[in-house]
């Protein structure tokens, strides 16, 4: 088979656990692609595991960086990776050999669960099933680019492009094209008949022009028409998140550099759904792993190793969120409440805690609402719509921040409304900056705008000041940021030296 | 399959080093930055190599965690770190905030501190008079133990003695070795010539050497050693303290000693002239004697003393006589001066070296080894 994967490399009695497992899986109605396990060694593991779960990438250091750390973690016994699977069609997942049974079976199980999980969730549905060839391709491509044109040149702009290759809308793939919006607006203008002043409103009776149209109105609607006319001038028109297809269009990119670049966006493309559902794809992963491996596929003797490496994915650390557990948690909180019918407006409005807690209508809808939450949720709408005060509590989920004055991280509170509303917005955007393409034209010197949609927090400094000097070695004009800095707005300015002449100059102002 | 990924092990290797070298300097000037890992391995942290990404300050973030705890209460582990996660892999997500540890062999550290320094290669003196044998199983002989018979040449024997005497018949080959067909493999003893070498150091530890210059020393002896282990194999090393008497310590003494008596600086000449007589025959050994002191002696009379010491005993007997001169704010830095009047400033192998500070670890370094000898 192709990349060297085979599954007949499975022993006998594997193969029969695998066929034991996926009868328990499907039994319990998930629906997953043809998985293929694959057994590996921790070598490979690792270098799978460093390739983002890929047998092959594209040549880069920072590859080589990953797999030097994870290497050194499992040498030193710190981690260790009891599985990988890739979002394909089909499905291939990864066996470490020195797993023991159980594990083993526990990583089936697992995986299943994965896989269900790629294929119905409404996040993937338009991931790339084919991402396997297509990062084979974008390694040919890019090696033979290194071969003609040297590996430094390649790497360095590879670099470049992996310091905003986090700059794209993983929204974009579910909208409607928007420039299609425009054109088709556009057209429904010049069809009519009469060419209408700006914003003037249709009028049948010539006694009511001046009542539906009063000169005030139509002075309004003038301006309002210019600053859209303007707007229509600027490019982007709006702001735009997909910086990186922003780039690909105006960006004076050589053909070469224009490929890197769209490659490199499509796998960023790839990957954003996993970001997306982290929470919630580790949680499926492991309530089904725990399902079938308690009901189905556990045997006596097993119990207390499956257990010890159950409780192993699942541990929490002080300051640290494991989406295994917050996810499976949320998951059988939602099968119990659905189970009990404790949900919906009667539920809410009870306000006796003993009758709340021995709520029990007996409606047994759980197992079938976790299946359309993995159906339709991701992280954001999955926290949002069914994490409870009472889950938070049970959870033990708590505020964190640095306190300056101490000089350490603390507690701050574990009010529930906050906890959820910081967890909603680490999880937003994947807790990263907002920053969007304002401008393409600057002052009409050809400088690039961008825009930080400032939601409360700063950005670091110096990371800034790295990135802006990536992006303007791909704009090779001055590269701009608007941004807030300590409740004052700020404007960074990134001038790359011309033709590698001088030296690069960043400064910033109030603004 | 895995092989791309040991390209790209490498191409990181090979940009880390080029970053330790941009740095030496650095590194070189803040010795605590080098961690020790066993005998053969340093760790050494690298900043930016990452790649850089519009985020969020670090202390801006704080988050959400699990767990038990009042409101106030510090987070039991420090600072809290993004990671990965086991399990889905996903790397490059996970977003360290910490300076990257590089692990690196000495040998690769004493390449780049060669190659940035341009250190020219140490030629050992002429003598290679100590011999390691090596045993290799290259040879064939008639006689040995069972445990050793190589079969095949015993069959191809059995054969060759067969078809000589008639006694083969290709239609039913059968061949069977006698006694003096018996073939066995035999190791033939490798003399390999060796350079050996130790190095002795010397330092003034009396009252005016203080914390500050011994961490001059304890950086720069590291470096030498890293050098030196990397131009010889089985390198010793012996430390000598000496205020107005010497005496030989462990590495750790020899750095954290403090005595508050006047200094005799040849008090120290004489121990290691007696070190070297008694365990360092000049023929088998090279040697390296290194003094580091602020140039304080008690008198001239001490002073000249050490100087015919050093013209008539060790001289004829070492590499290199090194002598390192600390400043210090008590120090007089006399002895640098006598030395200097003495054998010029630019002798063979007196090599003389003034540290003014950290920053100075480098130049000196290369005053010392930059002879190649």
Redesign the interface.
Known sequence: MA??FDSSDLTPELKRVRDEIEGYARGYGLDFFDTIFEMIDH??MN???????F???Y????????????S?GYEYGL????????NTNPSYAYLMKSNTMVEQKTVMAHVFG?VDFFKNNYWFSKTNRKMLDTMANH?VRIRSLMEKLG?EKV?DFI?RV???E??IDPFAPFAPSPRADLRTSARTDSDDEVEREAGRLKVDRGYMEKFINPPQYLAEQKVIAAEQAKKELKNPPSPMKDVLAFLLANAPLQPWEHDVLAMLRDEAYY?AP??QT?IM??GWASYWHSKIMTTKALKASEVIDFCDSHAG?LV???????????GIELFRDIEDRWDRGAFGKEFDECDDLRVAANWDKKLGLGRQKIFEVRKVCNDITFIDQYMTADFCER????????N?R?N???????DYKK?KE??LF?LTNR???F?YVTDGNLGNKGELLLW?KHMG?????K??K??M??LAAIWKRPVNLETEVENQKKLYTYVPAVDGLGEDDFSEKLT | MSSSIRQDHSRFRNIVKGMIKKNLKKYITHGEMIGRKGKELVSIPIPQIEIPRFRYGDKEQGGVGQGKGEPGDAIAGGEPEEGDEPGQGEAGQGEGKHDLEVELSLAELAEILGEELQLPKIEPRGHKTLKSKVDKYTSIASQGPNSLRHFKRTFKEALKRQIASGVYNPDKPMIIPIKKDFRFRSWKSDVKHENSAVIIYMMDVSGSMGDEQKEIVRTEAFWIDTWLRSQYKGIETRYIIHDATAREVDEDTFYRTRESGGTLISSAYKLCESLIDTHYPPSEWNIYPFHFSDGDNWSGEDTKLCLEMMQNSLLPKVNTFCYGQVESRYGSGQFYKDLAAYFGENHEEVLLSRIENKEGILQSIKDFLGKGK
Do not use: C
Request: proline share 5%.
């Open positions: 990349y060297g070598d490979q270098a799978f595991a460093a390739y983002g779960g047998p092959v990438r040549p880069h250091w920072r590859f080589g960086m990953d797999f030097d750390q994870l050194k981690q260790k990776i009891y599985e990988m699977v890739i994965h390694a590996q790497e670099d992996l310091a905003i986090n700059l990957f996993q970001a982290k794809n580790e994915t929490t650390q002080p300051g640290r969120l494991n989406p295994y557990k917050v959870q033990k989920l708590y505020n964190y921040g640095f300056k101490t350490q991280y603390e507690i701050i509170d574990r906890v910081k967890l680490q807790g990263q900056p920053i930080h927090m700063d950005l670091d400094a990371w800034t790295e990135t000097r990536s």
